[in-house]
């Protein structure tokens, strides 16, 4: 690694000592924040931030320290697991920060040479981990000897409740107003009480030599036999179950049964215990209640809740043949009906559709519900799902080909239907139903009437950029948000001319992501203003700190990014001008890059703001350039002062020999470009080859991987000038 000229200079006494602080401050706090979200700690954000500082302290001192030790390392991971990191994903993320950010955020040594500090600081990442995994251990040792210590006390206490136990059973037998009997092992009737018989239909049920193996019933639990047989064998004390039983005369009798297995002194099983209670008629009543519970009331299809239980059913099958499909069905322009004619001609309409819906189930395998207003839900399940729910949504969408008769009106229905297929234990309900949604506004958004097969990236998209979307706003009220600045380097003497600054977002739980993954998220909510400003706030007060820090070298500049919602927002130019002033930067330390295709066919009241702040002193640069109109004869307009050329201009520079073609290109960009008295920046350079070209051809500065990636403020002057490509 080299250094160019005016490079970052060590400094004695408490300043430096506090600007390592504030630098390892800063890398705590990417560490905490990344890490977490996948701890069980009960530490707040900002306590763990600061439990982190001092280990970060540690492992920098380690970095750095001669002679080289991995031990402080050992110790910081036996106290990230005291700090309850100890779930399987949070010892990546840990190391994943150490290797990232480490050593850019540690107290720079000139003397050490980059593979120095790449190789100690991936010693100090493996002792880390062994750390880590030596505490992980002891602590799981410990954790099983208290368990077992605590199974063998509750068997004991167990064994006490359970003799106190069968002295009640006997006194509630001698006494009880419920059904109560006694059968032997082999399961012949040995007594029962008069309230048994009575529920029973008579003492006569009850004939000499009955069995309780003859008490069957197609309704029976499923299991309730296996239950039956392992308290009889002595595996278990007692079952409880709802049970059917046919009396004498053909009816139907449903007790609430508890069945408990009698055992000698000794602990030997001897008998079984019935206790029987008459639930016929709040059966009756419950089914009715369920009925109604699970079923439309204005269509009689199932509802929401009954569709849900049997799709819980299919995704928790065993089998591996069991597939499902789920259609969703939303009817389109419904709205327009109620509106029009009133929530009583909807209403009509919502009950043929149901019925033309339900005329589509053929096999017992499908179920169609109705699950909202105008939304409708079928299941299809088998090993053949995925072609039957394609051909339910083809039914569906030919049994509302017909119109719908509604007060003498023929109405039109159509409806939008995303088809999601799956095997049971691959997708949770609510991935299901999320899919399914999604897919169908796929199929609205088409132009409706028709459906859509789900497609998971797709889908994987929608939601992702849903989450992102929502955690935006508080992303900069929690100061999630953080800067990096890559150089822009003067072509003619190799000096650093100023940086780029790229905001970044360490979400908690994505982790760090690039402006393109969340800035269009930002202009579609609003929020890329406050957030423009605050990166203009910070790239400001970095540009002064630079300018105190260097004050014999030449004035740096630091260049923002604007967006097109920023562009045409109307304070604009003041917000400029007060970040300017709070941070006592000269106007000509600005500069502004608007991307060529937000310019293109601008009329002067959009360009005016633009014009306002380069009579300020404040450069403008046209990034991108060359990937919207090319046509050069509109730069004479624009209040621009530089050029930034896109880097597909120059990739054929990259290895010797150049293509000819572009290098045609590129020099004729730059020469109208010192034509008009505009700067050319050339973004992407990754070799030495392409550096050399492009200061033969009179480009004025370039950025890209071959000097520096973007990073923090510090490395500033830290150049790589190695091959990126």
Not at 201 to 228: K, L, Q
Request: proline letters at 5%.
């Amino acid at each position: 690694m080299t250094s160019t000229p005016g490079g970052p200079r060590r400094r004695d006494g408490a300043g430096d000592a506090e600007a390592d602080h504030d630098r390892l401050r800063r890398f705590a706090a990417i560490w905490s924040r990344a890490v977490h979200p996948m701890a069980a700690t009960a530490m707040s954000l900002d306590a763990f931030e600061s439990y982190l500082l001092p280990l970060a302290h540690r492992l920098s001192e380690a970095l750095h320290t001669e002679p080289f030790d991995t031990a402080d390392a050992y110790e910081v991971g036996a106290a990230l697991v005291n700090a309850q990191c100890d779930e399987p994903e949070a010892l990546p993320a840990i190391l994943g920060i150490i290797d990232a950010y480490l050593a850019p955020y540690s107290p720079p040594d000139p003397a050490m040479s980059d593979e120095d500090v790449r190789a100690r600081c991936a010693r100090l990442q493996h002792a880390l981990a062994a750390g880590f995994v030596r505490e992980l251990r002891e602590r799981e040792r410990d954790e099983r000897k208290a368990v077992s210590r605590a199974a063998l006390t509750a068997r004991m206490e167990a064994e006490k409740a359970l003799h106190a136990s069968e002295a009640k059973f006997q006194a509630v037998f001698e006494g009880a107003v419920i059904g109560v009997g006694i059968a032997g092992l082999d399961g012949e009737v040995l007594v029962v009480n008069e309230a048994m018989a009575r529920m029973f239909g008579g003492a006569s049920f009850f004939r000499p030599g009955r069995n309780v193996t003859e008490f069957v019933h197609p309704d029976d639990a499923p299991g309730v036999h296996e239950m039956y047989r392992e308290l009889v064998m002595g595996e278990r004390d007692h079952f409880r179950i709802e049970k059917p039983h046919y009396r004498d005369d053909g009816s139907v009798l449903w007790t609430n049964l508890t069945v408990t297995l009698l055992r000698d002194s000794g602990g030997a099983p001897q008998y079984q215990l019935a206790l029987a209670e008459d639930i016929t008629e709040h059966r009756l009543l419950r089914e009715r209640l369920r009925y109604e519970a699970t079923h439309d009331e204005l269509t009689g299809l199932p509802n929401r809740t009954l569709f849900l239980e049997h799709l819980d059913q299919v995704l928790a099958a065993a089998a591996d043949a069991q597939r499902f499909g789920v259609c969703y069905l939303d009817l389109d322009g419904f709205k327009a009906v109620n509106d029009s004619l009133g929530h009583v001609a909807g209403d009509r309409m919502l009950r043929a559709v149901a019925e033309r819906l339900q005329g589509c189930v053929t096999s017992p395998h499908e179920l169609i519900a109705r699950v909202g207003g105008d939304e409708f839900l079928a299941l299809v399940t088998g090993p053949a799902a995925q072609a039957d729910g394609t051909s339910m949504a083809r039914r569906m969408l030919a049994a509302l080909a017909d119109p719908v008769q509604v007060e003498g009106r023929e109405l039109r229905v159509r409806a939008s239907i995303g088809v999601v297929d799956g095997r049971a234990g691959e997708l949770s309900r609510a991935e299901v139903l999320r899919s399914a949604d999604i897919t169908m506004y796929r199929a609205k958004a088409a132009g409706g009437n028709r459906y859509e097969l789900a497609d998971a990236d797709e889908s994987a998209r929608v939601i992702a950029r849903h989450s992102l979307s929502n955690g935006l706003p508080s992303a900069l009220e929690n100061g999630e948000f953080f800067i990096e600045y890559q150089p822009l380097v003067r072509l003619t003497d190799g000096t650093v001319r100023g940086a780029e600054a790229l905001v970044r977002w360490l979400h908690p739980v994505h982790g760090v992501l690039g402006p393109d993954q969340f800035i269009p998220l930002a202009e579609d909510t609003g929020l890329i203003v406050p957030l423009g400003r605050w990166v203009l706030e910070q790239a400001a007060r970095q540009a002064r700190a630079w300018q105190d820090a260097e004050r014999d070298a030449e004035r740096l500049r630091v260049n923002v990014n604007l967006s097109p919602c920023q562009l045409s927002h109307p304070t604009l130019v003041s917000d400029t001008v007060a970040v300017l002033k709070n941070a006592g930067l000269c106007p000509s330390a600005l500069c502004l890059e608007v991307t060529e295709n937000d310019l293109i066919g601008a009329d002067e009241d959009a360009l005016r703001p633009l014009r306002q702040l380069a009579d300020l002193g404040v450069d403008i640069a046209l990034d991108d350039f060359g990937t919207g109109y090319s046509n050069l004869s509109y730069l004479r307009r624009l209040p621009v002062s530089t050029l930034k050329l896109d880097r597909s201009f120059t990739r054929g520079m990259q290895r010797a020999p150049a293509d000819p073609v572009d290098v045609k290109i590129v020099e004729g960009i730059v020469s109208l470009a010192h034509t008009l008295d505009l700067a050319v920046t050339v973004e992407g350079v990754e070799t030495a080859v392409q550096a050399e070209h492009l200061r033969t051809l009179g480009c004025d500065t370039a950025q890209g991987w071959y000097y520096a990636r973007p990073g923090p403020p510090e490395r500033l002057h830290t150049l790589a000038l190695a091959d990126a490509s």
